[in-house]
């Protein structure tokens, strides 16, 4: 699972260089996001700009990661494609996350989970 | 297909060129069967020694019949998913599994199972209309 991560106005965030976030890589996912995840003080912000197809086993990841990051250090998406998008409205988990058009938005100094 | 969730991926990448051209929703498709196999690959392994996959698309006039047939243990199709059970819970509250059905039945314009000979019949239908439903064939 190759994800790379920097931070942006005090935000870190991961950038998921990936193809697919599904049940064949959901636990490299969540292992891969540990250590990255383990160092961030804030605000977390996920850049799925590459996922073009995510299941209930890859939403079910991301949710694991916003709870183990708990309240004090929000998970919020940025650049999901359309078929993902599809997932988080499908499953009304658009509801739980705040979900950013891009990166650029979701790191500005001003911009705060909900 | 070998039953694993790599095996399932490659099943769908196989599928997806065989329709390559056809004017669908593929993306759709694709989720939902994905979401119906991994639950094979996850849950019907428990239940027998050796797992046994067989998915069967039959297409008539751009509607679509997906039969995934195997030998797993007998189970219901669940009437209750978790994203209606997350509409009321905190972020922390919220449910982190049991996302798949719900998709599935949300995607397919029909869903059914049957049991036959020891053989789990699921199958998801798109863009049919009843009749077409009920004339749906198999191969």
């Not at chain 1, 078929?83 to 705060?112: E, N, S």
């Not at chain 2, 490659?10 to 993306?27: I, N, P, S, W, Y």
């Not at chain 2, 690959?41 to 047939?69: K, N, P, Q, S």
Request: hydrophobic residues 45%.
């Amino acid at each position: 699972m190759n994800i790379t991560s920097e931070t942006i106005n005090d935000v870190t965030v991961a950038t998921l260089n990936e193809r697919r976030l599904d049940a064949a890589l959901a636990v490299r996912f969540k292992d891969a996001m540990r250590p990255i995840v383990d160092t961030a003080e804030g605000r977390v912000v996920l850049d799925m700009g590459s996922i073009e197809f995510m299941d209930s086993s890859g939403l079910g990841a991301i949710v694991a990661l916003m709870k183990y990051l708990g309240p004090e250090r929000p998970l919020d998406l940025a650049c999901l494609q359309p078929a993902v998008d599809r997932v988080f409205r499908l499953t009304r988990m658009d509801g739980v996350f705040t979900i950013y058009r891009d990166v650029g938005v979701a790191t500005d100094a001003t911009a705060k989970s909900a | 297909m070998k039953p694993s969730f790599e095996g399932v991926t490659q099943a769908l990448d196989k599928l997806r060129l065989e329709l390559a051209g056809q004017a669908v929703d593929f993306g759709a498709m694709e989720l939902a069967l994905a979401e119906a196999l991994n639950n094979c690959v996850e849950h019907g392994a428990e239940t027998v020694d050796v797992l046994e996959i067989a998915l069967v698309c039959t297409l008539e006039d751009h509607r679509f019949c997906f039969l995934i047939r195997e030998n797993s243990a007998r189970y219901q199709l669940p009437t209750a998913f978790a994203s209606q059970a997350n509409s009321d819970r905190s972020a922390e509250e919220t449910l982190d599994g049991g996302f798949g059905w719900h998709l599935i039945h949300s995607l397919a314009d029909q869903v059914a199972l049957r049991r036959v000979k020891g053989w789990n019949e699921l199958t998801l239908h798109f863009g049919a209309t009843e009749k077409e439903w009920k004339d749906c064939r198999y191969v």
